[in-house]
């Protein structure tokens, strides 16, 4: 019988977090993600550079750049693109480098850095940091009336209480716990 504890450690590479790869998660409230700023977030044990581009398109790449490895959210935004602060490498929202300072376009081409689906809903940033094609975000159509009404999520609780039970019912660690044989059986 494997240990337990597995189950919950969620880095790369571990059980659970290969299990959580496999979903969306909620990892920023969207309206504190102001147009043209760049944030560093921490999701299951692994960093990212979160930004939204001049235009509003939120987007989450690597957390270090690819050149020198400098930390990405301190650069600075461009249109849809982060430009890094030591060297002034630039990246679009794909993770493409398009710009690299005092050479060609050729060298830019040839870098990239790992970039993840995102998604804005219920006024949240929803991120899928796994392989592969992202599976559909999930919907809650109760919650859609008071995302619409401009309600922050720290507000929801008003939401009625079996709303919430049937979230909570549905939710990853939730099923998680119930399906542990099935999930040891998958992502081993
Ligand atoms: S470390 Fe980012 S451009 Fe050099």
């Known amino acids: 019988m494997p240990d337990l504890a597995e189950l919950f450690r969620t880095e790369p590479g571990t059980l659970g977090g290969r299990y959580m790869r496999t979903l969306w998660h909620p990892i920023f409230i969207a309206s504190d993600l102001k147009p043209g700023w760049a944030k560093p977030v921490q999701i299951l044990g692994e960093k990212f550079t979160l930004y939204r581009g001049e235009g509003g398109a939120p987007h989450l790449t690597a957390f270090r750049c690819a050149h020198r490895g400098l930390q990405l959210s301190v650069g600075w935004i461009e249109g849809d693109s982060i430009r ?12 493409q480098c398009v710009e690299v300072p005092t050479e060609d376009e050729s060298t830019a081409k040839t870098v990239r850095l790992r970039s993840y689906p995102v998604r ?31 309600s922050r999520p720290t507000r929801a609780p008003a939401i009625s209480s079996s709303t919430w039970k049937t979230i909570r019912c549905t939710s990853p660690s939730r099923t998680a716990s119930r399906s542990y044989t099935s999930i040891v059986r998958k992502f081993r």
């Open 84 to 95: 890094c602060r030591f060297h002034g490498w630039k990246y679009d929202g794909s993770g």
């Open 120 to 150: 804005e809903y219920l006024g949240l940033i929803f991120a899928f940091i796994g392989d592969g094609d992202a599976p559909a975000l999930p919907r809650y159509p109760a919650l859609n009336r008071a995302a619409s009404c401009g």
